[in-house]
């Protein structure tokens, strides 16, 4: 169990700036790459920053999403570090769970990279870059976004490692704001595929 910051301010220390921009950070990323993608899907501003080619314009928005996936996760230890721990979250029970929560989390989230690959896992569909089937395998077989809730699993897995009240409390914003983003991305997502299908039955229907 890691020990460090004060453990006299009650459960959480609201005081802390760091709390704050935590939270922020949390709330800012699934913002920006939704708002930025559906820019991409109806104006191409990327793909016109990269002289037409949707390709590596895709492959800088993951480099973007998962540099920023990692300040937050800096953002979200500083945080921890600055808060009080609780014995509530000091038993023995804690870093076994702790660490079944981050490996079961990072599984997830790998897993799905692998099947997805780089472009399906990153907003590929919104650059025209869409995949041949839908992904049905392992974790797809578990969840339907194992991403997102592999990582808020190892979001609760770090709070209950550092002991921290706060961190279970981001945790829920996490769960909270990957909830808001699904219900935005998954309509807008089938709508691409199902406008693919329909292109390519008027398309058969042409060729009759």
Known sequence: MVQLGSS?????????????????????????????????????????LFNGNSQRACYALALT???LGLFRDFLFERALRSQ???PL????????????LIICGNILVLSSTYAL???????????????????TSFPFNITG????????????????????????LLTAEVLLVYNIALSYEDPFT?????????ERRDAGKKLK
């Open 8 to 48: 006299n301010k009650g459960l959480i220390d609201f005081s802390q700036p760091s709390l704050y921009i935590s939270a922020l950070s949390i709330a800012f990323n699934p913002t920006f790459w939704n708002i930025v993608a559906r820019q991409e899907y109806h104006n191409k501003t990327l793909t016109r």
């Open 117 to 135: 690959g780089i472009t399906g896992t990153y907003l590929g569909d919104y650059f025209g870059i869409l995949m041949d089937e839908p992904v």
């Open 89 to 100: 979250l000091e038993h023995p029970w804690a870093p076994p769970l702790a660490y079944l």
């Open 65 to 67: 999403i998962f540099s």
């Open 190 to 198: 089938s709508e691409i595929y199902a406008k693919r299908e329909r």
């Open 84 to 86: 009080p721990t609780s």
């Open 145 to 168: 976004a194992p991403m997102y809730y592999g990582s808020t699993m190892s979001f609760l897995g770090t709070a209950l490692l550092y002991g921290r009240p706060v961190g279970v």
